[in-house]
């Protein structure tokens, strides 16, 4: 099978630095017009932010291949949220016997989700797989993997009060889904495919990140689920707010159209009827937080880090937090301010 090499990479990242450098962002005054249009709902308090960051080392991962590239080639403008460093809550469902689906649990962002959820002791959480048994051993085991063109560092999972059920996206039909998801509550979809084979990139980003997670979704629907958060990415619809030739949008969308894929089923989720939170995060980091959290409002940022921990924060607040609901968060971390550990969110 044709791998997806470091030279291969390096190629890419070479022609995509050229071609980037000849557009610039959008400016000022456009983010900040985005993000008016929301701020009404008291979740968003704008504060303006500029300054460049510079490249460093580099895992083959395809986010963060994007976030370091747009650092050097340009700089940032941010519009964002306050934070906070009050410790997460366990999720307030109405009824102890609440079930929480988990779409792609053994993947770097879905097991930290999957974790969170099991730690709160009165739900029912099911982690959705592929594969049970191996992703039993996968769960149960810290290791570092190659995935394709990313190396990940995995910690183990206590699976004692997790559920794992068959959920595969892309062999499974829309009523194998929803038997798998039976009487969910809630479902965080944090599939996407992994790069590998250059060659069939195309195909498996669509499978996944199109076709799979609409099929999800309408699995959710068919049972009733009330509540629905997907895990996307900043710039996803970069094409129709001046992106589309930034260094972000370009590199990150030379991995299968992966942005392209993740926007029509955006705007599926959006208009299926059923409450939902999309949250975009920058370049995902396995690391623990270094800054603060920065929620920001669609179509808002072209580049920025965030760790998965982070990430999984806020997608379990956003289960149950109605200034989340129907709503797009786009996500980085602040690297600007002292390093600290941040222990939740309270949005």
């Known amino acids: 099978m044709l791998k997806l090499t470091t030279s291969m990479i390096s190629l890419l990242l070479a022609t995509t630095i050229i071609a980037a450098t ?17 701020q009404s709902t008291q979740l968003f308090a ?10 460093s080392s580099m895992m083959l991962n ?15 403008v941010l519009t964002t949220i306050g934070t906070s460093t009050t410790p997460l809550s366990p999720p307030a469902f109405a009824a102890a016997s609440s079930k929480v689906v988990v779409a792609g649990a053994t993947g770097q962002t879905g097991r930290r989700i999957l974790e969170r959820l099991a730690q709160s002791g009165d739900l029912d959480v099911i982690g959705g797989v592929r594969n049970v048994p191996k992703a039993t051993d996968s769960l149960n085991e810290s290791s570092t993997v190659v995935r394709g063109a990313m ?3 995995v910690s183990s999972v206590d699976t004692s009060a997790v559920n794992l059920k068959k959920l595969d996206v892309v062999m499974d039909s829309v009523d194998d889904l929803a ?29 996944v990140d199109n076709v799979g997670t609409i099929k999800l979704i309408d699995a959710a629907k068919k049972i009733g689920v009330k509540k629905i958060v997907m895990v996307s990415s900043i710039l996803t619809n970069g094409r129709n707010w001046g992106q589309e030739k930034s260094a972000g949008f370009i590199i990150t969308n030379a991995f299968g159209n992966v942005l392209d894929e993740k926007l029509v089923a955006e705007n599926y989720l959006k208009s299926s009827g059923i409450d939902y ?3 975009r995060p920058g370049g995902l980091k396995a690391k623990p937080p270094t800054g603060a959290l920065q929620i920001s409002g669609e179509d808002t940022l072209n580049s920025g880090e965030i760790s998965r ?3 999984a924060d806020v997608c379990v607040a956003s289960l ?3 200034k989340a609901s129907n709503k797009v968060l786009e996500i980085i971390e602040d690297e600007g301010t002292p390093p600290q550990v941040f222990n939740g969110l309270k949005m």
């Open 22 to 38: 000849t557009t610039a962002f959008a400016p000022t005054t456009q983010l900040q017009n985005a993000a008016a249009t929301i």
């Open 46 to 55: 704008k504060v303006e932010k500029n300054g460049n960051g510079s490249g």
């Open 62 to 76: 395809r986010r963060n291949v994007f976030s370091q590239t747009t650092k050097l080639v340009t700089g940032i």
């Open 151 to 153: 190396v990940q560092k």
């Open 179 to 207: 038997k798998g998801m039976e009487d969910a509550s809630a479902l965080v979809i944090a599939t996407g495919f992994v790069p590998g084979n250059p060659l069939k990139m195309n195909a498996a980003a669509h499978d």
């Open 277 to 279: 939170t999309i949250v």
């Open 309 to 311: 921990d982070l990430v």
């Open 320 to 322: 149950t937090d109605s």
